[in-house]
């Protein structure tokens, strides 16, 4: 079998949108089909890392492979769940603006620290939590990655933070990452029964058309509290309205964003 890793950055410069739960939830509904997942917390935040159980812990983050004092394989942590790894993130992380800054290969940093898993070929899927800025560690990550996510609120400011990231990606691909594609954009905090959403909705797909996911993240409670227990709302909850839509979305994910070749199909009961 021919497996090839697929890199995907989940951006948006724009917080609040739903990136971060987006993360975890796609993981592990990911992980939960049979798909291998790292996942990379690329926010000093690290609101991916309690999400998935973990505590931040000083030396355990990309931070010191991109300093050149660990090796990748070193910060690489399990999670409470099969398939699913995670390099978490610390506050040190902060400073990686301003290392990166200085350095000549500051657009190539992450790709080239990814490049031993990613030859290695055990994940399926790396998926990157970007920073919610346009910053030095967003722009390399994008760099570094095959496609960009971009979860969305479903209101009209949110149109401006999508052009800023699209003009970005553009940036991109006319320079060091030709071959970098829109993966996706996922509407999320979604409330049909407003006008406002269906207007919105409706502008993102007649500009963007096949881009955008056909599954929508609804607002949901229990989509909310399941952070502050660490753990994803698919095992949190796994009949909420919030996980059903993100089991949903990872099917349709992977339809997209295809990793293996003459790969069987996942039972029912894996993708339940």
């Given at each position: 079998?021919?497996?090839r890793t697929q890199i995907i950055a989940v951006a948006n410069q724009k917080g609040g949108v739903g990136k971060t739960t987006t993360v975890v939830n796609l993981a592990a509904a990911l992980a939960r089909q049979r798909r291998t997942v790292l996942v990379v917390d690329l926010d000093p935040q690290a609101n991916a890392t309690g999400g998935l159980g973990l505590e931040k812990t000083q030396g355990v983050s990309i931070y010191p492979v991109l300093m050149g004092t660990a090796e990748i394989a070193d910060v690489i942590q399990p999670t409470a769940y099969d398939n699913l790894n995670v390099i978490p993130s610390e506050v040190d992380l902060a400073g990686a603006e301003i290392e990166i800054a200085r350095r000549e290969d500051h657009l190539n940093v992450i790709r080239d620290a990814l490049a031993p898993v990613r030859e290695s070929g055990v994940f399926d899927y790396i998926l990157l939590d970007c920073p919610p800025s346009l910053g030095?560690?967003?722009?390399?990550?994008?760099a570094a990655a095959d496609g960009v996510l971009v979860p969305m609120q479903a209101e009209f400011l949110a149109m401006e933070g999508l052009g800023l990231i699209t003009n970005l990606l553009a940036q991109l691909q006319a320079g060091p990452n030709s071959g970098l594609q829109l993966n996706g954009i996922l509407l999320?905090?979604?409330?049909?029964v407003a006008t406002q959403t269906k207007d919105v909705i409706a502008m993102v797909k007649e500009r963007f058309g096949d881009r955008v996911y056909e599954t929508t993240i609804p607002r949901n409670i229990r989509t909310s509290e399941a952070p502050s227990y660490g753990q994803p709302v698919i095992h949190y909850d796994p009949t909420c309205k919030g996980a059903v839509a993100y089991r949903a979305f990872a099917k349709e994910f992977i339809a997209r964003t295809p990793t293996r070749f003459?790969?069987?199909?996942?039972?029912?009961d894996q993708i339940a």
């Open positions: 079998m021919t497996k030095i560690v967003m722009t390399s990550s994008l999320t905090m979604v409330n049909m003459e790969e069987e199909e996942p039972t029912n």
